[in-house]
């Protein structure tokens, strides 16, 4: 069983930032990838942004130069920074983990951008 635990989400102002946090537990092979999704209210699930434990990225465009992301193996975490933020930014942000036995999802963490 793998489990997910997110946290850092809140309320913030436009041009504000944020550190989203996710520690992944169980059954975690060494290989994997992590990451973090966000759905809108109204709006389907998409991606943010993707780490492999090799170091891949990848970002959705609307969040380039913008949000970083990056993991700590050894404590099965990755992180999200989130800077300039914009209204638009507001979702429920979800943490994800693809591991050769399956994909898994957090419980979810509120993001709100607005003045």
């Known amino acids: 069983q793998v489990q997910l635990v997110e946290s850092g989400g809140g309320l913030v102002q436009p041009g504000g930032s944020l550190r989203l946090s996710c520690a992944a537990s169980g059954s975690i092979f060494r290989l994997n990838v992590m990451g973090w999704y966000r759905q809108a209210p109204g709006k389907q699930r998409e991606l943010v942004a993707t780490?492999?434990?090799?170091?891949?990225?990848k970002y959705a465009d609307s969040v380039k130069g913008r949000f970083t992301i990056s993991r700590d193996n050894t404590k099965n975490t990755v992180y999200l920074q989130m800077n300039s933020l914009k209204s638009e930014d507001t979702a429920v942000y979800y943490c994800?983990?693809?591991?050769?036995?399956?994909?898994?999802w957090g419980q979810g963490t509120q993001v709100t951008v607005s003045s």
């Open positions: 780490l492999s434990t090799g170091g891949t990225t």
């Open positions: 994800n983990i693809n591991l050769p036995q399956g994909n898994y």
